[in-house]
């Protein structure tokens, strides 16, 4: 049987992360997200970790573009009218899903390692055979953000028994 972390963990995770990152001035809120939702593909950015060990699984935060620049705007400090670059960006979203990842991890069976983010301009794309076991979808300052978890597995899928407080 897979584990999977049950959906309060996720969003608690997501949220302590999303603070740690962008502060308190405006919070992260859960959204319902109409399917093809929340956003095209070249109005994104995602990142991927992959978890694997006594758990294998993929971490994906999916967020769009103008979001993907407030963010990295707010974590590097950077200030005036120019706009972050392409390399910034990946950066950010590359430490979010990183973060957001490791924290994942910790909550399930060990030992297990972290990849190195996955950065890209655009939407994720799974394996095929991945089973997407859990997803948040929320909202900060408008703008849609997504994260999921997917195993690549035949086994059932059981939520992980505790969440976390």
């Known amino acids: 049987m897979t584990l999977a972390p049950a959906l309060t963990d996720v969003h608690a995770i997501v949220d302590q992360v999303w603070t740690s990152f962008l502060g308190e001035v405006e919070p992260l809120l859960p959204a319902d997200v109409a399917p093809g939702g929340p ?16 758990w294998d ?6 967020l769009s573009a103008a979001l993907a620049v407030s963010l990295t705007t707010t974590m590097l400090g950077l200030e005036g009218p120019e706009a972050p670059d392409d390399a910034d960006l990946a950066d950010a979203v590359g430490e979010l899903v990183n973060m957001v990842g ?8 060990g030992p297990s390692a972290l ?3 996955a950065v890209a301009a655009g939407r994720a794309a799974h394996a095929s055979g991945a089973t997407e076991i859990a997803c948040f979808d929320g909202v900060w300052a408008g703008e849609p953000v997504r994260v999921t978890v997917h195993v690549v597995t035949d086994a059932p899928v059981d939520l992980l ?3 976390i407080s």
Do not use: C, D, R
Request: glycine share 12%.
């Open 39 to 54: 956003f095209p593909a070249g109005q994104a950015w995602s990142a991927a970790v992959s978890v694997s060990g006594g």
């Open 161 to 163: 028994p505790q969440p």
């Open 57 to 62: 699984a993929t971490v994906t935060v999916e």
């Open 102 to 109: 490791g924290n994942l991890k910790s909550l399930m069976p």
């Open 115 to 117: 990849s190195l983010p």
